[in-house]
Nanobody, 118 residues
Framework: VQLQASGGGLVQTGGSLTLSCAAS????????MGWYRQAPGKQRELVAA???????NYKDSVKGRFTISRDNTKNTMYLQMNNLKPEDTAVYYC?????????????WGQGTLVTVSS
């Protein structure tokens, strides 16, 4: 499975961005998809995860602002980010696997930088 993340950029506080992650390869049985982020000097952390498109989990600080979704017709998952804050600044990575174990999954996108200016 190959993942290609895109959609990052520079946005002002309160703004919105939508990240995309296009999947290719053996994608038909992917059931775990997620977004992680890593800020400078910090460990990578889970932002949002989705299992089979129904079960969704979010980091507490992004609940109500971020939405993870998946479009099977386009083999793409998304992270809609609204009301962005400076603390959301990080490199965002998409993640996927055919199973919920291991968690995170084995496949990673290359990362896309989100910068939120104050």
């Amino acid at each position: 499975v190959q993942l290609q993340a895109s959609g990052g950029g520079l946005v002002q506080t309160g703004g919105s961005l939508t990240l995309s992650c296009a999947a290719s390869g053996d994608i038909f049985s992917i059931i775990l998809m997620g977004w992680y982020r890593q800020a400078p000097g910090k460990q990578r952390e889970l932002v949002a995860a989705m299992i089979t498109g129904d079960r969704k989990n979010y980091k507490d600080s992004v609940k109500g602002r971020f939405t993870i979704s998946r479009d099977n017709t386009k083999n793409t998952m998304y992270l809609q980010m609204n009301n962005l804050k400076p603390e959301d600044t990080a490199v965002y990575y998409c993640n996927a696997d055919h199973s919920i174990v291991p968690f995170p999954g084995r496949y990673w996108g290359q990362g896309t930088l989100v910068t939120v200016s104050s």
